[in-house]
């Protein structure tokens, strides 16, 4: 299959707060980008960018800053 264009995601169901999201390569292994993103009423919205092949995130609660 084709890659998929970049879009938006929202995760519902977290609480409200800041979450920290390390994006890794599933292919080579590693993390690509970590990104600190905050959970609303609605959930975590994470940008995901065009894939091309899988990639997996673990998300965890971010520290205080």
């Known amino acids: 299959p084709g890659a998929v264009p970049a879009h938006e995601l929202t995760l519902p169901g977290l609480p409200a707060g800041a979450y920290r999201v390390e994006w890794w390569d599933s292919w080579k292994g590693g993390v690509t980008r970590t990104e600190r993103v905050e959970a609303d009423a609605s959930g975590l919205r ?4 065009e894939l091309a092949t899988d990639v997996a995130a673990l998300i ?3 520290p205080a800053l």
């Open 46 to 49: 994470v940008r995901l960018p």
């Open 60 to 62: 965890t609660p971010a």
